[in-house]
């Protein structure tokens, strides 16, 4: 008899189509009972679980601050834990990273609306994409700072906190390349490519993706930005690297919510993020409960 409950939790409306966590799903399914909780379903009993581990929640940038009250409180082992999540949900994490030594690609932090022409002055052409987002919601590709004007002022309106920063335009060949880690240590990799002429490497928009070996520079890069996390070892990570236009990594993203861990692309990867799950979940003590 299986002696732990734990919860994979998604949202109310995720699609049939969604079968990439198929590896991670066998294999705790083997060591555990699984359930798939919605995160903001009312009649939710969260405290029958051993553990509770994030996945398919992608609603959440729309009800922030109810996903992390929903985390905080929990008081039940969380992967990752709520403080991490509060931390991770908006994107000027990055500014800590930065500051921590990691490479991130020059950003103007726009909670106001600025001066777009002089701000991009030296850019052949630059971005725009909100503190808040997901799927490539509201982001502009521009050259003629009228056009980013435009874009800036109208989401500062409606309430965006907007990154400005140069657009790297190798993304459209070299896409981006993400590093998926368990337990602080890299456990595949994968190169996400844009259709032609395109920036979004989401599969929404045709963007393919396939397993890639890391150069050991590009391994040491991803460890280094893992060890710039200012929390205790996440259980999961996935790090996104974009080049510049000399070729040098810089930092897209450090997804520590709800990321894809492309497991279609390491099937053995499930079984190690449940090892180490299940391992987590019976250590004694508050140490991935609530605030973390």
């Known amino acids: 008899m299986k002696d732990m409950r734990i919860a994979l939790v998604t949202q109310?409306?995720?699609?049939?189509?969604?079968?990439?966590d198929t590896p991670l799903h066998d294999a705790l399914s083997r060591r555990a009972e699984l359930d798939h909780p919605v995160w903001n379903d009312p009649e939710i009993d969260w405290s029958r679980y051993d553990a509770v581990l994030i996945r398919t929640t992608w609603d959440y940038n729309a009800h922030r601050e109810a996903f992390v009250a929903w985390a905080r409180s929990l008081r039940v082992p969380l992967f990752n834990p709520a403080d991490v999540l509060a931390w991770n949900?908006?994107?000027t994490y990055l500014r800590d990273l930065?500051?921590?030594g990691a490479p991130i690609i020059p950003t103007v932090w726009c909670p106001e609306t600025v001066d777009v022409a002089a701000a991009i002055a030296g850019w052949d052409r630059a971005f725009l994409k909100p503190t808040n987002g997901a799927t490539a919601r509201k982001?502009?590709?521009?050259?003629?700072?009228?056009?980013?004007?435009?874009?800036l002022d109208q989401c500062v309106a409606e309430g965006e906190v907007m990154m400005l920063q140069p657009y790297l335009a190798r993304v459209e060949e070299r896409g981006e390349l993400s590093a998926i880690l368990f337990d602080g240590r890299i456990s595949h990799t994968v190169r996400k490519v844009p259709v032609p002429g395109d920036y979004r490497v989401q599969d929404d928009f045709g963007a393919s993706d396939?397993?890639?070996?890391?150069?050991?520079?590009e391994r040491a890069l991803f460890e280094r930005i893992a060890a710039a996390i200012p929390f205790p070892t996440p259980l999961y990570a996935r790090i996104d690297l974009i080049e510049d236009d000399a070729g040098a990594q810089l930092i897209t993203e450090v997804e520590l919510v709800e990321p894809s861990l492309f497991f279609r692309h390491a099937p053995q990867a499930g079984e190690v993020l449940a090892q180490a799950l299940v391992r987590r979940a019976r250590l004694p003590g508050p140490g991935a409960t609530g605030s973390g």
């Open 139 to 151: 982001t502009l590709r521009f050259s003629d700072w009228r056009e980013g004007q435009a874009f």
């Open 89 to 91: 949900v908006d994107k």
């Open 210 to 217: 396939f397993a890639v070996e890391a150069t050991a520079e």
């Open 12 to 20: 109310a409306d995720l699609q049939d189509w969604e079968v990439d």
């Open 98 to 100: 930065e500051q921590a």
